[in-house]
């Protein structure tokens, strides 16, 4: 026996699982049955750091994902369109898939499921969320026969890699941003890592497993980067925090343990007390924190990105599927190797975000007046909100740097105190608010 795969993008990841198939020795011997038959790319004329006989490299991918011979599609092109079509197509054709493609899965990962579940094919796709850290195997298997609480993840590294730096540098956003762009860890349009959306998409896939429901993409709430500041960063340390781009997921489960009715999702950059587990994950690393019930705490750490370790989660993916093959037949059995499909249809429902619950940082810029702390106090105190700590940072020409930290409160309240805040007489502006963990 021996399993044919048709790969669909001979990129980064593409080259690096390549590299990995075909060079087997000393790795797992299930690599020594796969065959890489097809690989799909756009430009046929671009140099290649992977060799393949004459004819198996081509720009028809249709021809690729309808082929009879091929068992496995690994789908590495990126992007919604055309990768949605291929994988719809190749699942219609009867073949099982391997992704690393976050953006397709968690819009359209309802469609996938429900079509693989009925066609009897697998869909995989660990290297989709934090690189090459396995957490969604770990979800799916060791971890499944706990409660999960709560997921928290550090899961973009190129935002980790910007406040990293603005906080090693006592740099602005921007400047770091412009340097990592020049580096390349950083694309030209940056907007979809440094305003979350990458995140979302991640945390999106992680709720899904943690809470056995769908997600709806747009339910995440989402909350980039852009507007914190070095300044932010400095005042945060001081008061002993480091500022990270968290996602998110958790959910308040009933008393006989079964999954919560809602769960609270959201993309932010928070506080992070100095002696958290993520506040030293720094650079582009990754890392998932989960909660679970009774293990306790436990943290994926690692590579969150790059040619060989993203390519290690997906043949780590073709292997678990050739090994389910090889166990029993899908087909046989009816259900499959219920460890490895998609076993939940249903969608789970996520708090509207004035209903979670924070402690919030806000930095507030004052006339510079003894009555100042008093009025601030008050101002929070009559809509419910109490205050941890009140510190006068800064007094400079333009007024006087308040920052407080609030107790734990409900959105929802601290934003009419917000509202309340401002329209104090005393109060020039909030420059910035953030959430702390
Ligand atoms: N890079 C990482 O570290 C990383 C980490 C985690 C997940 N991922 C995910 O892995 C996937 C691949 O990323 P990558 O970094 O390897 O991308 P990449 O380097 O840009 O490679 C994309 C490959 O797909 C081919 N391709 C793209 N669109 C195509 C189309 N319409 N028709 C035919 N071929 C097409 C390209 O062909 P040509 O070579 O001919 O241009 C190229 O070979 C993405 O979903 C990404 O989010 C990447």
Known sequence: VGYNVGLLGLGTVGTGTAKIIMDSVGRHPLL??????????????????????????????ASIVTDPNIDIIVELIGGVKPALNYIMTAIEHGKHVVTANKAVISRHGDEIFTAANAKGVYVLLEAAVAGGIP???????????NRINRVTGIINGTTNYILTRMKNEGVDFDEVLAEAQRLGYAEADPTADVDGFDAADKIAILASLAFGGRINLDDVYCEGIRKVTAADIAYAEKLGFTIKLLAIA????????????????????????????????????????????????????GPGAGEG???????????????????????DKGRG??????????????APMENTASRFYARILTQDRPSVIGHIGLAFGDHGVSLESVVQIDVHDRGAEIVVITHHVREGEFQTALKALLALEDVISVPSVLRVC
């Open 32 to 61: 020594e049955e796969i065959s890489i038959v097809r690989v799909g790319v756009r430009n046929l004329d671009k140099a290649r750091a992977v060799e393949f006989e004459t004819g198996v490299v081509t720009d028809d991918l």
């Open 135 to 145: 957490v969604l195997t770990p979800l799916k298997q060791a971890l499944g026969v």
């Open 250 to 301: 958790q959910g308040h489960r009933p008393e006989n343990g079964a999954m919560p009715s809602e769960i609270e999702l959201k993309v932010h950059p928070t506080l992070l007390p100095k002696h958290h587990p993520l506040a030293t994950v720094d650079g582009v690393n990754n890392a998932v924190l989960v909660e679970a019930d009774p293990l306790g705490e436990v943290m994926f750490y």
């Open 309 to 331: 370790a993203t390519a290690s989660a997906v043949v780590s993916d073709i292997v678990a599927i050739i090994a389910t093959l090889e166990g029993c037949s899908l087909n």
């Open 337 to 350: 190797n219920p460890l490895l499909r998609c076993s939940h249809e249903h969608y789970t429902r996520v």
